[in-house]
């Protein structure tokens, strides 16, 4: 920011409007002779409009041209990113241990509920009796199944790390998909890289991911459509492309997708820790994983990997 660009601007229009009516007060507190104001989390708008967080705290002194006000500021958008990763860090390991405790409260009576269900529909032979049985059986397994994918979520075993070939873990994993591709008009395209370097990951770890995104794939394409899985060394890392020509999605929603819970499918269809449980891995392997995606035309998400050597 040069000075002429400052040069004649009231200070409030450095600052977010959300600030104004505060830095009014701070500016008021200072005239009326405190010699300064304490430090206070604020945001300024650069010159670019693109507002920043800083630390702010003022003084007020006199020079040769009279009284003035000297504001200091620090830039703090570092620190509050680190925080809000931690924060979030922490809210996945509270998670984890909500879910293993409330897995067990649950899953016991969820059990006996299941069990007398099933046992009084051996007995009955009313239809309207059967179906409301048949309703409560579905119900209580669709709860045992997200109570399941948290535990997995919960009970992340410290990973077995090797060099490992990710063509097999992905070609493994694919197999489990055929029939499904073959029934909801999936065309599949594999483009693996000829011998490409071992990865230093863990093989259940890593074709948890790969089912994963295979899986947000296919329910992206209910109307068929063409996933395109790539393997291939960039760098020093292996990346992992998996394309889908499906439903795609909004901006703002590929920026949600990766927060535990966040889903867009109905009850029962989706948990929405899928991605959460992915993003989990890969950075666990100091890894990255990125998402790409148009409406209407299809997403792709791209996973890299570290080498297991770098020689
Ligand atoms: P879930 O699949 O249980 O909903 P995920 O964490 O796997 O949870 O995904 C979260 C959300 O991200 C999905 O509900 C969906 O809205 C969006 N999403 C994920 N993968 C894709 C994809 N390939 N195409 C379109 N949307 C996707
Ligand atoms: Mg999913």
Redesign the pocket.
Known sequence: MKADEILGKSPLDLFHPDYHAVIRERMHELFEGSPHVAMLEEKIVTLGRKAVDVECSAARFVDEEGPAILIMLRDISERKRLQEQLRRTERIAELGTLASGMAHEIGTPMNVILGRAEYLMDRVTEEPIKKGLQTIITQVERITKVMNQLLTFARRKAPERRPLDLRRVIEDSAEIFQERFARSQIHVEMALTDSCPLVLADADQMSQVVI?LI??AVHAMPEGGTLRVGLAPAQLMVELTIADTGHGMPQELSKKIFEPFFTTKEFGQ?TGL??TVVKGIIEEHQGAIAVESEEGKGTTFKVFLPLASTS
């Open positions: 994963n899986m947000n989706g899928g991605l």
